[in-house]
């Protein structure tokens, strides 16, 4: 599906988010991919969502406080599977939870929070790191997205696709360097996807414990 092209629709919406915790209770909104295809979420302590043969995004903005996070952690829970499939393939890509962080060079990070969306699609300055669960590829690769403007956007994979709860812990500069080369620039936006429709399979999931340092 188009996640990573989709993805630049977080900097459209100013939202301001406190230091360090990221509430999943407030602010989040679902972005539809397709009129025909939606995820359904559920937002609080935790975000869980059931993806049955459909995929969306649930995206929120970051406030200016935390523009300069350089690494994250948050924990994750599958209770059911999308079988493993490839990350890098355009289509047959599903994978259980994606976890987006959206950067812009800090230089235009301002200018940007009145953006709308049409203008933010496509947009070159955006940079986007995709950490996914699913797939069948080794821990911490950095993948091209096959959406998208090239060198737009990667998906990292943390865990192959199967069941069960992790926690993880992520440098976010780090990555950013690795993927992309040079210093990342201002962390604006948020997003956590589910991806089942490929496969026509179902998705049990839900994150949480987000935290930006």
Not at 21 to 45: M, T, V
Not at 148 to 157: E, F, H, N, R, S
Request: glycine content about 12%.
């Amino acid at each position: 599906m188009r996640l990573m092209m989709s993805a630049a629709v977080l900097a459209a919406t100013t939202l301001a988010a406190s230091a360090g915790p990221i509430s999943f209770a407030n602010g989040w909104q679902e972005q539809r991919l397709s009129l025909f295809s939606s995820n359904d979420y559920s937002f609080g302590n935790n975000l869980s969502m059931v993806s049955d043969g459909s995929v969306s995004i649930a995206w929120t903005r970051v406030g200016q406080a935390n523009w300069g996070a350089n690494g994250a952690s948050w924990s994750w829970t599958v209770e059911q599977s999308v079988p493993a499939t490839s990350l890098a393939q355009k289509g047959g890509d599903d994978r259980n939870l994606s976890l987006y962080f959206v950067f812009v060079p800090e230089a235009i990070a301002p200018s940007l929070q009145g953006a709308n969306i049409r203008s933010l699609l496509g947009n070159g300055d955006v940079r986007i790191i995709q950490y996914a669960w699913g797939g069948n590829h080794g821990r911490g690769q950095v993948i091209a997205s096959p959406y998208g403007p090239a060198g737009q956007g990667v998906t990292i994979p943390l865990r192959q696709a199967g069941t069960g709860s992790h926690s993880e812990n992520v440098d976010l500069a780090a990555d950013y360097a690795r993927a992309f080369g040079g210093q990342k620039g201002a962390l604006v936006g948020l997003a956590v996807s589910g991806d089942s429709d490929d496969t026509s399979s179902v998705i049990r999931a839900a994150i949480g414990n987000l935290n930006l340092r």
